[in-house]
């Protein structure tokens, strides 16, 4: 069956460092994945978006990579802040529906 | 200032009882989407529309109804079947369908069982 798996721990991390978080998935051939942040109460907030053929893309302190050998994505934040604690979401475009799927999230804690 | 209005921002429903959950987008995009979210899961598609007056089922479609009469609108009707309708619903919306294109999503809807 088709899987998102996003590590369900919380990630609490010391400001300045970098945080990883990973987005693996199974019998799916994506030709995008989506990156999203999430506040407690809100609606999710879209971060980046890397195409299959794309290794890394960058946008200020955050980077995606996307392995589609090893059907994983890494998503990076650099010299992490307390504003960056949040839930994080990654998503997959389904081109048999054109919808996305989304994982369950991965909440980011940054002690100051 | 353009984006995604949902309301209301919380809502009881009594058993029996169909409940009607809004979502407006000023935001000129074709595509629009329901999802609902329950804690420590992720989002689950309910139902998504690519075009005004048409829709398709999503993963949890059972229980719920949609209507897309005008590009703007996208009414989530909840009802009495959906046995377990407690959970935070988002509405999103994004131009040309997903494809290749970021969701927009409301602040959602939290409703209640009374």
């Known amino acids: 069956s088709q899987k998102i798996e996003q590590n369900s721990e919380a990630l609490n991390i010391q400001e300045g460092k970098t945080a990883t978080l990973t987005c693996n998935y199974t019998n799916y051939s994506p030709a995008y994945l989506q990156w999203y942040r999430q506040d407690p109460g809100r609606g999710p907030v879209f971060l980046l978006l890397?195409?299959?053929?794309?290794k890394e893309k960058r946008k200020e302190r955050l980077k995606v990579t996307f392995d589609t050998t090893l059907k994983q994505s890494l998503f990076h934040i650099t010299a992490s802040q307390p504003a960056d604690s949040a839930t994080y979401l990654c998503a997959l475009l389904d081109t048999g529906r054109r919808a996305l799927t989304f994982g369950s999230g991965t909440r980011l804690q940054v002690q100051p | 200032d353009g984006g995604i209005t949902q309301s209301p921002k919380y809502l009881f429903r009594k058993e029996g009882q169909n409940v009607t959950l809004s979502c407006e987008q000023n935001l000129n995009h074709d595509a629009m989407y329901w999802y609902r979210q329950d804690p420590g899961q992720g989002l689950r598609l309910i139902y998504y529309?690519?075009?005004?007056?048409?829709?398709q089922k999503g993963d949890i479609a059972e229980g719920y109804s949609v209507s897309r009469e005008k590009k703007e609108s996208f009414p989530l009707t909840v009802t009495s079947a959906q046995k377990n309708p407690t959970a935070f619903y988002l509405c999103a919306s994004s131009m040309q369908g997903a494809i290749g294109q970021p969701q927009h999503f409301g602040d959602g809807t939290r409703l209640s069982i009374l």
């Open positions: 890397i195409r299959e053929n794309e």
């Open positions: 529309s690519q075009i005004v007056n048409d829709f």
